[in-house]
Structure formats: C-alpha cells, structure tokens
C-alpha cells in the first residue's frame, strides 16, 4: 500500500472526526498498527482538534463545580461499597456467595495495587525528571498555540480598533429586559455619519425558527433596522448595519419569528443612547 | 491550589488514579471549559449541556484506569467522553434526529454566510474567530465532529457530492493545522 496516498485520500481526517462507518472504522485502526506513519498522523490531527475545542472552550456556571465534585465523591463511594443499595455497609460474605461482587472487588483491589505499585515505580525511579522534562515540553507547545491564537485574534481585531478608536463613536451597551437571564449586547453608534456596529456579546442562540430583530427608538416608537444574521450571538464579533441612523434615543434587540415582525414582540435587551 | 501548578498529562493520570482533591481541581480548572465548549457545540440547551458536563467528569473519574495512553491523549480521550455522552443524551430524548435536521439547516445558514462574507466586503466580522475557516469547512468539520455524521451522511444532508465533501473536510483539518501551527 502506498500509504502517502492512503494519507492524502483524506481517511485519517475522516477518522478523527469520527466520520468513517464502523467496518471503515475497523480497517483504519489495523492499518494504524501496521503503519506507523498512519498514527503519526492521527496524533497529529487529534491534537489540532484539541486546540479547535480549546478555541471553542466556554467556561461553565462556577456553581457547578461542587455539586460535581460531590457527584464524584458518591460514584467512588458506591463503587467501594459494592453498589449497596439501603448506603449501609455489607458485611463481607464466604467466596461462594455473591461471587460476582467478590470478583469485581478482588479485581478492583488488584487494579488499585496495581497502579499504587506503578506509581511507586515511576515516583521512586528517577522518572520525575523525565516526567518535567515533559511538562515543560508540552507547556511550551501550548504556549506556542496560544500565541498563535492570540495573533490570529489580534489581526482579526485591528481592523476593528479603528473604528473603536473614532471618538465620533458612541459605545452603548444593551442590557437584559428579562428578569433573571443576564443577557447583553453592544451597539457603536456614529452619530454624525449614522453609521452603526452590533455586537452580540451575551445573547443565547434563538430557538429554532426564531431570530433576533435589532430596533431604534426615534420620537418613541420602535423602528425595525433589521434582522441580525444567524451565528452571532455569543462571540465579540461586530457586524455593520446597513440602515443610516441619525437620530434615535435607545436601541433594542427583540427575539422574532424567522423573517422579523414590523414591531417587536418580546425585547431582550435595551440600551439608552 | 497553587495555580501556577502545571501537571503533565503522564502527571495528571497518576494524580486521577489517586483520586485526590487536587487531582479534580486541576482537571476541573485545565479542561472543564474545553469540554464544556464541545457539549455545547452539540446540545444547545443550557441546562441539559450542564447535566452532561456532569455526568462527563463522573465518567472520567471513575474511569480513568481504563484510559489507555498507547491509544492516544488524555484530552482525546476526554473529549470523545464528551461526544460520546451529549449523542447519548440526544438520543435517550429522541432528539438524534431532529439535531441533524436542524444542524443541516445551521449548515446551510453558514454556506450561504460564507457567500454573503464575499459580498459585503465593507463588513467587520462575520467570520469565526476561531482560525478564520472558512464557513463550507466549518460546517462539514462540526456536522462530522460535533454531530456524529459519516461522510455519506453529510453528503446526503448537504446535497453536495461525496468527494467534494472529502476535499473540503480534508482541507479544513489542514486549514486549522495551519492556523494553530500544528
């Protein structure tokens, strides 16, 4: 097999994305065996999916850090404990009953001696340095993959300092009309020009068939600016609009029916101008 | 917990199989967002994406001794934990299929995205942040990743042949390996 070509035939991305049928599956992963390139190239496209996932992190509610750690807690407890059903401690019983159990605790007391063992080998046999030497390897390459994030980032913000830099621009931020959903967005708004940026800060995703609709207040009354593409919402991204605003007291993002409504059924957030 | 505390992966694995305190705190703290962020790519809802990060950590946690580091990276590893478990989650709720017909639609949102992009030029933003992929990539590499597609499927739900889709995906994979210097 002329495996540069099985390369190029796109199989191994299809294989990390986990896109292959299970039998293509199957195949990919005995070919991995026999070549090592093949796997080379796996590790090699894993780790790029990492740093895909890292750049698409969101960090989760810090309340749920815990309740978590509690869940761990019980899901150990119980495995100790022999999945007793009532929590109270079961005495042991002879070998010949309940064998399974006994099997599994035997098992599970071999595989913690077992890892105890290892890691009394790995921490008692010079293999720490090794184990930093490492760490500080792999600190470096995250620390490469950021920066290159970051520069990638930084580009993709230039072009927007500009505008922020404009001191004709007015910044104002949207906030929550919903009680209990913290939610914003922010509008720049040129006066003088009418010209004027939406960014979807903290918005969720609407549900499906719905849309965000962005108004201007003028004299009073809502006036549709239009429909805010899908995809925005939750990224610093700013999109321009196209409608020329030279006056107006507050803007407003309201969620709508896929096509947008002439006047506004529930607001989301607000901001005065 | 000293946060200037780096453990190495080799490190991490010992620490998880000790199941300490520390141990948690750094797994939580190092991978918590990463895996997060995969959950969320494919259950939009918030707190069905929290009850699956849940169940994630309880998974990995008591776990952890099946990892197997010739197979791969912890964090490979971790995030399949978390695909695997939010294509559960979708399917225990009957929920598989309608996420692949809504994700078909957000698809074809980004295509027609990656097209407007061209046209409106004096536009800032629009594009992801993340490695400026192109939205006709980004669209195969999530159906595939986030949602559980074949390649078949994806060509299906798209209407755009099988061999397009391979050069796209496969392109795409190179683009962020370009990007992120891989």
Known sequence: MDIREYIESGIAEAYVLGALTPEERMQFESDMAVYPELAKEVRALEFTLFQYCSANAITPPATLKEPVYDALLNATGSMITNHGKTGKQIPIKPAYKKSTFNFRNAAAVAIILGSLSVNYIFWNQGHKEQLERIALQEQLTKIQADQKLLASQLSDFRSSTAMMADTGIQTIVMHTMVKGHPMAATLYWSKANGETYVAMDALPKPPKGMQYQLWVMQNGKPVSMGIIPDGMENTPVMQKISMVVTNGEAFAISLEKRGGNAAPTTLYVMGKA | ?182
């Open chain 2, 1 to 182: 917990m000293n946060p200037e505390k780096i453990y190495s992966e080799e490190e991490l694995i010992l620490l998880l199989r000790q199941q300490s305190r520390e141990a948690f705190n750094y797994l939580y703290s190092q991978y918590s967002a990463v895996l997060y962020g995969v959950i969320r790519k494919m259950i939009y809802d918030d707190d069905i994406a929290r009850d699956v990060l849940h169940d994630v950590f309880v998974k990995i946690w008591i776990s952890i001794n099946q990892y197997d580091a010739g197979k791969g990276r912890l964090y490979t590893w971790m995030i399949n934990i978390a695909r695997n478990a939010s294509i559960d989650k979708l399917r225990s709720r009957g929920e598989i299929m309608k996420a692949k017909i809504q994700t078909t639609e957000d698809a074809v949102n980004k295509l027609e995205q990656g097209m407007k992009t061209e046209l409106y030029t004096d536009s800032i933003g629009l594009r992801k942040i993340v490695a400026n992929l192109k939205p006709e990539y980004e669209a195969i590499i999530d159906l595939a990743y986030f949602k559980g597609f074949t390649l078949d499927e994806i060509s299906k739900s798209l209407g755009i042949p099988l061999g397009t889709i391979k050069t796209r995906m496969r392109s795409g994979m190179k683009q962020l390996r370009e990007a992120f210097n891989n």
